[in-house]
């Protein structure tokens, strides 16, 4: 009467070894791209995420980051598909900046169905910001300036001509009450990151910065930005609650870039949910929610299935405001 029940202890500890034996086991070491230079949002997202990555022990030897700038993150999006189609060693950075591009067709032959989207740990949102000798005192007086001439303002930023950085300066400038049709003559210069803009921003060369607060949070801590608006909900948490919103200068201008990853297309389902588990632990840790807090991320996590519907949506909604706003046809 024993010899059945043993029979199913043996195989289920058979099983269980079996699966153990298959289960996936990540690789001593990672990497990942940010694609653009050193010191915007990407890189800080890949350097942020990758120390609490090897602090946890999840990548028990280093997460290498390599900056990879071009195209607004073509280039790296392209090299991930072209190159690296099963390296389950390897995350890139995203944000609503990649999503922007993908909306307006600006990866040319690539869309977001060419890679996995893992998730997302927070959302960086944007800002409008100018030098500290700027004689522009509030987001008001900015848009009155460009409601008088849409030429009077040059502003950088780190992602592409039309891309997100580009189109929070739009958007507000929609909800100030900017002519529709002088909204494409506003002047925006691209940079292959938000430091590189906001160098420009505080040497006197140009006007303002568009960017993320992630990446203005030094240079305002120095003296050298000023930030006009938060485009926030509401705003932000302690130590950057001095900064008003858009929405309490009555520009209704809301614009939040969510921080994430996508990994390769064909890496296994094992190896996707690996990552996507692990984004989800590594939010819910408190080094992450540190991170967040000394740097203005704002709760904003999604993951797996959910992240990939988010992404497909948010490439639709982007589509269609680039139309509206005549960035494309």
Known sequence: MKFPVAKTLIATATFTLAAQAGAFEQSRTAECIAPANPGGGWDFTCRSVGKVLTDLGYITGNVQTVNMPGAGGGVAFAHTISKRGDDSALIVAASTATTTRLAQGQFVGMD??????????????????????????SLNDMMDALKADPNSVKFGGGSAAGGWDHLK????????????????????????????????????????????????????????????????????????????????????????????????????????????????????????????????????????????????????????????????K
Do not use: C
């Open 112 to 137: 977001q169905d060419m890679v996995r989207w893992v998730g997302a740990l927070g959302a960086d949102y944007g800002v409008i910001a100018v030098s500290k000798d700027s004689p522009f005192q």
């Open 169 to 328: 300066v739009l958007i507000a400038g929609r909800s100030a009450g900017i002519e529709k049709a002088n909204l494409p003559k506003v002047k925006y210069l691209a940079f292959n990151g938000g430091a590189e803009a906001i160098t420009q921003v505080v040497g006197g060369h140009l006007d303002a910065f568009t960017g993320d607060i992630s990446e203005a949070q030094g240079f305002m801590e120095s003296g050298d930005l000023k930030v006009l608006a938060v485009l926030s909900e509401e705003r932000l948490p302690a130590p950057l609650d001095n900064i008003p919103t858009a929405r309490e200068q009555n520009i209704d201008a809301v614009a939040p870039n969510w921080r994430g990853f996508y990994v390769p297309k064909d890496v296994s389902d094992e190896a996707y949910q690996w990552w996507v588990e692990t984004v989800d632990n590594v939010y819910s840790s408190d080094n992450w929610q540190d991170v967040m807090q000394k740097n203005g991320l704002m709760p904003f996590h999604k993951t797996g299935a959910d992240f990939s519907t988010f992404v497909k949506g948010q490439v639709d909604s982007i589509k269609e405001i680039s139309t509206e706003i005549g960035l494309i």
